[in-house]
């Protein structure tokens, strides 16, 4: 929590920026539209309205389901600075709270593992899976004190698909309305047949916007990627580019990915029968705030970009496979064909991601103008100033 002062700070940041002339050239129609002002990527105070303002509110994908199969399993994160862990509960439902002791706000759980109870460090309160403070040392001297009125603060949980969402909103929109649209557009892919086989980590010195944007950024596509992906790529067909959480769908085709630019294990049994199927599928959608959702006729490779401070990302690729592959015995060598390139592909992506975040931090940086092709980039700058600015979140862009 920010102290008063520090509040106030940032709103008139948030105030001054409502008013930049330079912001103004962003808002104009692509074909004439700027890029942003460095200072949304560089600066301290958008970095705290945007945690405030959207990741504060939204629904947020962190994991999947497999990674907690065992009654007690858990996992801690740190989002935002806000830590917390989500555990398998003794009716295996998936539950998340503040990493926080309710005394003094200690973390109860530290890294990943199995449990049967979360006990505090430091003076020994004991917390049960459903967070339920059942042990208090010495507290029973304590007037008054009444045990069942303590417990970990529950976070919002929601599952889709085999995915993990959470949200730190108080009254955060019912999942099942956050996720409808979704479910209509990405259902087909069948994610919750699918298992998780690795995550590929990079963590990059840089904003977290610019690897999501460059996710949608297929004007790069060709020039930056054209010894791995580029030439493989062809023309989009946009599904559509909104408003908010659907903010960029594209349909397209293109190659499995692997250097051998051809499935070393078929067409995923789950999305056999949708229509126009085969190996040349690919689609890459936007899953605001922080998701990228990918897929090729063979898997579905999800990135999450996870702030780590104003000038700091940790990308994290999901490859997921059709558990029955995942039992092949020559399963992990053919993975590591994907996983070589995916990476090739994330570190070329790396490679401009630093030096873009240093030059939104000179004042002398000047933004220009945007391609045709930044659609996508255009209308997700557009939403997340929106945002930042407190402007709402109903305009339309296309
Ligand atoms: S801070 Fe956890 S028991 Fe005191
Ligand atoms: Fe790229």
Same mark, same amino acid.
């Given at each position: 929590m920010t102290s008063p002062r520090d509040t106030q700070h940032v709103m008139q940041f948030q105030r001054q920026a409502q008013l930049d002339e330079k912001v103004a050239l962003l808002r104009r129609s692509l074909n004439e539209a700027s890029h942003v002002p460095g200072y949304f990527y560089a600066s301290q105070e958008i970095y705290e309205l945007e945690k405030e303002l959207i990741f504060m509110r939204d629904w947020l994908p =962190? &994991?999947?389901e497999e990674e907690f199969p065992e009654v007690g399993d858990f996992r801690t994160y740190r989002i935002l600075d806000e830590p917390i862990v989500v555990t398998r509960n003794q009716q295996r439902q998936l539950q998340a709270f503040a990493n926080r002791c *309710?005394?003094?706000g %200690? &973390? %109860?759980a530290q890294g990943n593992g199995n449990a049967h109870e979360f006990e505090c460090p430091y003076h020994g309160w004991l917390y049960d899976l459903d967070g339920k403070l059942i042990g208090a040392p010495y507290m029973d001297q304590a007037d008054g004190f009444d045990k069942s009125s303590c417990r970990l603060k529950p976070i919002h949980l929601g599952t889709w698909q085999g995915w993990v969402f959470v949200s730190f909103a108080v009254d955060p929109i019912a999942f099942k309305d956050h996720i409808a649209p979704y479910e209509k557009e990405f259902g087909f892919l069948n994610q919750g047949q699918l298992k998780l086989a690795d995550k590929l980590v990079v963590e990059v010195n840089c904003n977290w916007k610019f690897p999501v944007e460059n996710l949608m950024d297929n004007y790069h596509s060709r020039i930056l990627h054209?010894? @791995? =992906?580029? +030439? @493989?790529m062809g023309v989009e067909r946009f599904k559509g580019v909104r408003s908010g959480a659907l903010a960029f769908t594209a349909y397209y085709p293109a190659k499995p990915m692997n250097r051998e630019g051809k499935t070393l294990f078929g067409i995923m049994p789950g999305v056999k029968d949708h229509e126009g199927m085969d190996e040349t599928f690919a %689609?890459? &959608?936007h899953v605001a705030p922080w998701m990228h959702l990918f897929a090729r006729c063979d898997n579905v490779h999800p990135f999450i970009m996870e702030p780590l401070g104003v000038g700091r990302v940790r990308i994290t690729c999901f490859q997921l496979f059709p558990e029955e592959w995942q039992q092949q015995a020559d399963f992990r060598e053919k993975l590591a064909h994907y996983n070589e390139f @995916?990476? *090739?592909v994330v570190n070329e992506d790396a490679s401009v991601m630093e030096s873009l975040h240093d030059?939104? @931090?000179? +004042?002398r940086y000047e933004p220009g103008r945007m391609a045709r092709l930044e659609l996508g980039v255009w209308n997700l700058i557009n939403y997340n100033v929106d945002r930042v600015l407190g402007l709402g979140e109903t305009r339309l862009y296309e």
């Open positions: =962190i &994991a999947r *309710a005394h003094r %200690v &973390a %109860v054209r010894k @791995t =992906i580029g +030439p @493989t %689609v890459s &959608a @995916t990476l *090739a030059a939104c @931090t000179s +004042p």
